[in-house]
């Protein structure tokens, strides 16, 4: 699965820029009433995808990065998500690889209640989806791969078990169409994790 190893890094580094941005600011100025302040988590879960599109690939271990950032004073947050999915499957000298790397950019809406340290959210926005299939037979491998966009939505809550550490849970569904082997296949799916990380 070379080629979506290549897409997952330049997606990684996309990420990683906008976090590179997004911290300087929110340390220059976190006294401020208009200061930054954000959520950088890590994510590991599970997703799910069509059984007709991917034969004995449908569950799917999932890993990645969540984060989102804003002003104080700004109604939402900027979100800018990253997650891996992948499954394999084999029987003697046959195996099958599948998996997608999936940025996820858009708004997410953090609600702050008084009485509570859970932060409910919802979110959403465009999907850039990279997807890759991978068939071995007998030592003969064949790969096909596809990038498209799609769109995701999403929901989940933060727990604030310090004022710099969130727990939390985080559910999604993102959809888009590529053609893997000449067949169209949906690449998106049904996500759900835990995820743990830091709040400034």
Do not use: C
């Amino acid at each position: 699965m070379k080629n979506l190893k290549t897409v997952s890094t330049i997606t990684s580094t996309a990420l990683s820029t906008l976090l590179f941005m997004a911290m300087p600011a929110a340390h220059a100025d976190d006294t401020q009433a208009d200061g930054w302040t954000g959520n950088v988590s890590g994510y590991v879960g599970h997703k799910s995808v069509d059984d007709d599109d991917w034969p004995n690939l449908d569950s799917q271990r999932s890993a990645g990065v969540i984060s989102d950032f804003r002003k104080q004073n700004w109604p939402v947050s900027i979100a800018a998500d990253l997650i891996f999915a992948a499954a394999d499957n084999g029987s003697g000298t046959i195996e099958n690889t599948g998996g997608t790397a999936e940025m996820h950019l858009g708004a997410r809406k953090i609600f702050t209640l008084e009485t509570t340290s859970f932060r409910p959210y919802v979110g959403g926005g465009i999907a850039i989806i990279s997807a890759s299939l991978e068939n071995e037979n007998t030592g003969v491998t064949v790969e096909d791969d596809d990038t498209v966009f799609g769109a995701w939505i999403g929901a989940g809550t933060y727990y604030a078990v310090t004022p710099s550490f969130n727990l939390g849970l985080d559910v999604r569904y993102s959809k888009a169409e590529v053609t893997l082997f000449d067949i169209d296949r949906e690449a998106g799916g049904l996500y759900a994790g835990i995820t743990a990380g830091y709040h400034w």
